[in-house]
């Protein structure tokens, strides 16, 4: 059974291979050239490498933000078309958080697209972000689940500063379903 099982998995991914590889090799001709990172690109490449962060989450309207340390890791993959993120910190004494998120640019959307997960949601976030040169400013959007799986839409501004540092704020709904800022983050980057 799990034999059979294996063959046809292998049958299918050899069925979605030969394609291809007819496609780029069939009558000595080539294929559409590869992708490569563009202008778009090279705002992963000011938040490539390890930041220290300093966490601020409001807990609800009017009440002083809960402070944590973390460390966020960026990587760039793909070729360079996409980034990669690997956060990890305490939220308080004794509980852990990490997330993992993953960047890219859509030349169709016009805009960075992106998923998010982590150890407090049940599911996968998609994002979505513009960036503005002149004011070194992004603008983003994320829908995915919270900690009771309900689906929640948050706002997002990340703001690169002078001095190297970054802050990222993000705002939801609160009870009252006006939107509130729910978390800040700094990060400043590891010499």
Same mark, same amino acid.
């Given at each position: 059974?799990r034999?059979?099982?294996?063959?046809?998995?292998?049958?299918?991914?050899?069925?979605?291979?030969?394609?291809?590889?007819?496609?780029?090799?069939?009558?000595?001709?080539?294929?559409?050239?590869?992708?490569?990172?563009?202008?778009?690109?090279?705002?992963?490449?000011?938040?490539?490498?390890?930041?220290?962060?300093?966490?601020?989450?409001v807990?609800?309207p009017g009440?002083?933000?809960?402070?944590?340390?973390?460390?966020?890791?960026?990587?760039?993959?793909?070729?360079?078309?996409? /980034?990669?993120?690997?956060?990890?910190?305490?939220? $308080?004494?004794?509980?852990?958080?990490?997330?993992?998120?993953?960047?890219?640019?859509?030349?169709?959307?016009?805009?960075?697209?992106?998923?998010?997960?982590?150890? $407090?949601?049940?599911?996968?976030?998609?994002?979505?972000?513009?960036?503005?040169?002149?004011?070194?400013?992004?603008?983003?959007?994320?829908?995915?689940?919270?900690?009771?799986?309900?689906?929640?839409?948050?706002?997002?501004?990340?703001?690169?500063?002078?001095?190297?540092?970054?802050?990222?704020?993000?705002y939801?709904?609160g009870?009252?379903?006006?939107?509130?800022?729910? /978390?800040?983050?700094?990060?400043?980057?590891?010499?």
């Amino acid at each position: 059974m799990r034999l059979s099982r294996l063959a046809a998995r292998t049958a299918f991914v050899a069925a979605l291979t030969v394609p291809a590889v007819a496609f780029v090799h069939a009558g000595g001709q080539q294929g559409p050239p590869m992708p490569k990172p563009g202008p778009e690109h090279q705002l992963f490449k000011m938040d490539v490498g390890t930041w220290d962060a300093t966490v601020e989450i409001v807990p609800g309207p009017g009440a002083p933000p809960m402070t944590s340390k973390g460390v966020e890791i960026n990587t760039i993959g793909c070729g360079g078309l996409c /980034m990669v993120t690997d956060f990890k910190s305490e939220i $308080m004494p004794g509980v852990a958080f990490e997330g993992r998120g993953l960047l890219t640019w859509d030349p169709a959307k016009k805009k960075y697209t992106g998923s998010w997960t982590d150890s $407090m949601s049940q599911g996968l976030a998609i994002t979505e972000a513009t960036w503005d040169p002149a004011k070194k400013r992004t603008s983003g959007s994320m829908v995915g689940p919270d900690m009771t799986g309900k689906v929640v839409k948050s706002r997002s501004v990340g703001e690169y500063q002078e001095s190297g540092t970054r802050v990222f704020t993000a705002y939801a709904p609160g009870p009252d379903g006006k939107e509130m800022q729910v /978390m800040r983050i700094t990060y400043t980057r590891r010499k």
